[in-house]
């Protein structure tokens, strides 16, 4: 079932009309342009994070290659690996939870989002507010600053009685976000910086309002995850996203005939971007150890 019955957007062979999903989507971002302007958190220089690497010297002897083996051995379960905090929380929470709003306020908009059944919304919520938030990072240049954690040694957990996760998310890496003090647990380096190389590359391609429309829908009717009802018509509106933004890209920027790839390796950043880990690093600081999807069904449902 590629359309549904009383939605007034096109499938993926309608015309397009000023009923389409796109028109409402780019109405949406148009009406909402001068609030949203209030809220934009401009971008702060920051410092790069850089990886310290510790070579060590070559030997031709065995008994050294041993004694180097038995050090790297006896420190493992007591060495921390690289995680990171944010360096100024309340301030960074603010600015999240004010995107966070306007991107479920963006979503109860789309009129063909609200004519799906309640059970594919929902799915579609879990699975895309983390995506679309930082898209909404990016769109409204909201930056932020790390610090630098140092996760627990097995003998600290041990002794603290945390000797795993709790809330069972994970990060990029599989490892659990272990339910301690944000001082001590923060999150992997690696997914933090994937976050930061996300919004540089947007800041860089200096995507316009009409991009941002196109991949938030796009992003929002994402079609391959699993039990969806109507993922037909889903997969209908995502290719109508791509088809506009494709359109788009050639009408504006004729003598750029890689603009529309890079935007699609852009797009594919954003999705590798954990739910868990955007709850764990920009809201678990000011609001604690709280289910985030419970949050996100009183904002979206008033539940």
């Excluded at 780019?26 to 971008?43: A, F, G, S, V, Y």
């Excluded at 966070?100 to 009129?111: E, G, H, M, S, Y």
């Excluded at 004729?254 to 954990?274: C, E, G, P, Q, V």
Aim: proline letters at 4%; charged letters at 20%; glycine letters at 6%.
């Amino acid at each position: 079932m590629a359309t549904r019955e009383g939605c007034h957007c096109p499938g993926a062979g309608g015309q397009n009309n000023n009923n389409s999903i796109l028109y409402h989507i780019l109405k949406n971002d148009r009406l909402t342009t001068t609030e949203e302007q209030q809220t934009i958190t401009k971008p702060q220089q920051h410092q790069q994070h850089r990886w310290h690497r510790v070579s060590s010297c070559s030997s031709s002897s065995s008994s050294s290659s041993r004694l180097e083996l038995r050090q790297q051995q006896a420190c493992s379960c007591g060495s921390s690996r690289r995680r990171g905090s944010l360096r100024s929380p309340q301030v960074t929470c603010k600015a999240a939870s004010a995107v966070l709003v306007k991107t479920l306020r963006f979503v109860k908009n789309v009129p063909c989002f609200r004519e799906l059944p309640e059970d594919d919304q929902l799915l579609l919520v879990r699975n895309c507010w983390a995506p679309l938030l930082v898209l909404g990072f990016a769109q409204d240049r909201v930056d932020f600053e790390t610090t630098e954690t140092a996760e627990p040694s097995m003998l600290q957990r041990i002794l603290t009685g945390g000797s795993g996760s709790q809330s069972g998310l994970t990060d990029r890496q599989g490892e659990p976000l272990l339910e301690q003090s944000t001082e001590t647990s923060g999150v992997s380096l690696a997914d933090i910086q994937g976050i930061k190389a996300f919004l540089k590359k947007c800041w860089g391609l200096d995507i316009s309002t009409k991009e941002y429309a196109y991949i938030k829908g796009a992003v929002l009717f994402n079609s391959d995850l699993p039990g969806l009802r109507y993922l037909h018509y889903i997969q209908s509106l995502r290719r109508e996203a791509h088809q506009a933004l494709n359109e788009h890209v050639k009408l504006i920027h004729r003598d750029d005939t890689t603009r529309f790839a890079k935007l699609l390796i852009t797009l594919s950043m954003l999705r590798a971007i954990s739910p868990a880990v955007v709850a764990q690093l920009f809201f678990k600081p000011v609001i604690g150890a709280v289910n985030m999807e419970d949050v996100l069904l009183e904002m979206f449902y008033g539940k």
